[in-house]
């Protein structure tokens, strides 16, 4: 009974080529988010959807496409990748778009990027 | 800009206490939140303060004064698997309603 599951768990791949990362959860949450961890640790917001729509947009290369056909699935699909796009990217869900809404993690993909 | 501080490292003894302590700067917020995340593993929520003063759940303990823009985490009766990366984080309102995160404290636990 996984509450944010993530696929790929790792990833490695070579510069230039495409690649996507799927995220589901079971809560019943209406808000979903990608986030990006670096090698130093340094969790950063990149994207938000609620029930389906885009409500955070951060400052990342448009590369990254996130794409949710519904509101348990948001997709990151990366387009030449670089290697400045390694670092593990975690998926979290939350109940509501308001940020003192608890969130909640999926186990995160590690992207390596040769 | 919004920005929070927290010390990198912080090694402590089984069974002891330990505070680690949030300072922040920010535009508007909700409140601070806490979260702690084990090598390899996903971050997980430790305890939320939208008000001044202390909440305490279990073993760990958050404290939040508005009016020094300071926060801490305090943990009691330290155990090993209480090795950890722990995260203070701003849950803001301004602009989009977001979480943002500081940079994280290590937290080594000693036997």
């Known amino acids: 009974d996984t509450a944010v599951s993530q696929t790929p768990k790792y990833l490695v791949t070579q510069m230039g080529n495409d690649k996507s990362i799927k995220c589901e959860q079971n809560?019943?949450?209406?808000?979903m988010y990608w986030y990006k961890q670096d090698s130093k640790k340094f969790l950063k917001i990149m994207f938000s959807?609620?029930?389906?729509?885009?409500?955070i947009n951060e400052t990342v290369p448009n590369r990254f496409s996130p794409k949710s056909p519904d509101k348990a699935h948001l997709n990151l699909h990366i387009n030449s990748l670089e290697l400045g796009d390694s670092a593990v990217y975690f998926c979290?869900?939350?109940?509501?778009?308001?940020?003192?809404?608890?969130?909640?993690f999926g186990p995160g993909t590690r992207l390596t990027v040769l | 800009g919004q920005s929070l501080e927290q010390p990198s490292e912080v090694t402590a003894v089984e069974g002891a206490i330990v505070q680690i302590n949030c300072t922040y700067q920010?535009?508007?917020?909700?409140?601070l939140s806490w979260y702690q995340q084990h090598d390899g593993g996903a971050p997980t929520f430790l305890s939320y303060?939208?008000?001044?003063g202390l909440e305490e759940t279990g073993r760990f303990s958050s404290f939040l004064s508005r009016s020094d823009s300071y926060g801490y985490l305090l943990l009691q009766e330290l155990q090993m698997k209480d090795s950890a990366s722990y995260f203070c984080?701003?849950?803001?309102?301004?602009?989009?309603?977001?979480?943002?995160f500081g940079s994280g404290t290590r937290l080594s636990i000693r036997p």
């Open positions: 979290a869900s939350s109940q509501g778009d308001s940020s003192y809404n608890e969130q909640f």
């Open positions: 809560l019943g949450h209406d808000t």
């Open positions: 959807y609620n029930n389906k729509e885009l409500i």
């Open positions: 920010t535009s508007g917020f909700y409140g």
């Open positions: 303060n939208g008000l001044d």
């Open positions: 984080a701003l849950n803001t309102y301004s602009s989009a309603s977001k979480i943002i």
